[in-house]
């Protein structure tokens, strides 16, 4: 078992910026990628970002690339999502899974655990 607890989120204006975190207990040694999604109402979960636990490989989905900043400190067991330039339509729950397989790191299905999430809301 994995379990994943973010926090940062909060209301910022447009253009302001969040520091979400995600701190995993558990069998941390067994987790192979690290996903931020979001969801916002009446949408599905969306991929955001993902981050290898133990290697270099980093993705954003297009809409978040320059703005978003996906990274981890593993001593910590921890991992961030650096969020700038925050726009209204960024506006949803944020939530972090982990992979415990080599996977593709967009598809939600592949992430077998999920965190609470944390409400991130940017006023125009």
């Known amino acids: 078992q994995v379990q994943l607890v973010e926090s940062g989120g909060g209301l910022v204006q447009a253009g302001g910026s969040l520091r979400l975190s995600c701190t995993a207990s558990?069998?941390?040694?067994?987790?192979?990628?690290m996903g931020w999604f979001r969801q916002a109402p009446g949408n599905e979960r969306e991929f955001v970002a993902s981050?290898?636990?133990?290697?270099?490989?980093?993705v954003y989905t297009d809409s978040v690339k320059g703005r978003f900043t996906v990274s981890r400190d593993n001593a910590k067991n921890t991992v961030y999502l650096q969020l700038n330039s925050l726009k209204p339509d960024d506006t949803a729950v944020y939530y972090c899974?982990?992979?415990?397989?080599?996977?593709?790191?967009?598809?939600?299905?592949?992430?077998?655990?999920w965190g609470q999430g944390t409400q991130v809301a940017v006023s125009s």
């Open positions: 558990g069998r941390t040694f067994a987790i192979v990628t």
């Open positions: 981050i290898g636990w133990s290697h270099p490989t980093i």
């Open positions: 899974a982990a992979d415990l397989e080599f996977s593709a790191p967009k598809i939600r299905r592949n992430y077998d655990y």
